[in-house]
């Protein structure tokens, strides 16, 4: 791997931790900056099915997703791989926790992963192009809704 693999690599995990922070802070207009102006978001877990074709849709569905609740959300176990000098993707291990849980309940806690695709701007930023969230388990108050028990 070259440095400029290296650096790359390490740009876009700083750009990841930016992401979960400012989602957590509810920094809405900064998070913005996060993404390309043509993010692709692809959301698909149980009960909530939705695709989005630009950043401006995503930060204001989270934004009302988020109203209300106190939310950690955390990536793990970054793949990361630099395609050529201003494309990249990865795979993040993640878990979230909201609380209270939208649509009810005291405490959701996700756990699944991110498949994202990075696009490098002519100012040199990296910025997320594509990402899609999939659910592996959900656990609501303390009891797995997802998958099923009986699954």
């Known amino acids: 791997m070259t440095l400029s693999e290296l650096t790359a690599i390490e740009e876009i995990r700083r750009l990841k931790a930016r992401y979960f922070r400012l989602l957590d802070r509810k920094l809405w207009d900064q998070l913005?900056?996060?993404f390309v102006e043509d993010l692709q978001v692809e959301?698909?877990?149980p009960?909530?099915?939705f695709v989005l074709d630009n950043r401006e849709d995503f930060v204001a569905s989270m934004s009302r997703a988020l109203d209300g609740v106190v939310s950690v959300h955390h990536g793990h176990?970054?793949?990361i791989e630099i395609e050529d000098a201003d494309n990249a993707s990865a795979v993040w291990a993640m878990e979230?926790?909201?609380?209270?849980?939208?649509?009810?309940?005291?405490?959701?806690?996700?756990?699944?992963w991110y498949e994202e695709r990075y696009r490098r701007d002519s100012s040199g930023t990296w910025r997320i192009a594509r990402t899609k969230?999939?659910?592996?388990r959900v656990v609501l108050d303390g009891k797995q809704i997802y998958p099923s028990p009986s699954e």
């Open 43 to 45: 959301i698909d877990e």
């Open 47 to 49: 009960g909530v099915q």
């Open 133 to 136: 969230l999939v659910r592996q």
């Open 32 to 34: 913005l900056d996060v």
């Open 96 to 112: 979230d926790h909201l609380s209270p849980a939208p649509g009810g309940g005291e405490h959701y806690w996700g756990m699944g």
């Open 77 to 79: 176990m970054s793949e």
